[in-house]
Nanobody
């Protein structure tokens, strides 16, 4: 079974930065589209960014120009660099691995990001 372990969340002031990491195991990493989703209280889970094994990236409009997704295929790890954070970025951030053919989703346990002064 695919295992995804996130790290890097925390409390940051508006305008600050955080870097999330997601280490994947029990996975053929190149077979998966890796992504980050977030869920704020009372809201639906939404896609933040995703990246194919060929490094093609997709971003939510709300984070374009501020967030950058990257992946290290050798280390089976995906990152989310978050800059110019806003209070509305506060949410639990989840790592997602979607199989490129079956489209089956696996999820990490989530990491809390809080943007507040």
């Amino acid at each position: 079974q695919v295992q995804l372990v996130e790290s890097g969340g925390g409390l940051v002031q508006p305008g600050g930065s955080l870097r999330l990491s997601c280490a994947a195991s029990r996975i053929i990493f190149s077979m998966y589209i890796m992504g980050w989703y977030r869920q704020a209280p009372g809201k639906q889970r939404e896609l933040v960014a995703s990246m194919t094994s060929g490094a093609s990236a997709n971003y939510a409009d709300s984070v374009k120009g501020r967030f950058t997704i990257s992946r290290d295929n050798g280390q089976s790890t995906v990152y989310l660099q978050m800059n110019s954070l806003k209070p509305e970025d506060t949410a639990v951030y989840y790592c997602n691995a979607q199989h490129r053919f079956t489209r089956y989703d696996d999820w990490g346990q989530g990491t809390q990001v809080t943007v507040s002064s």
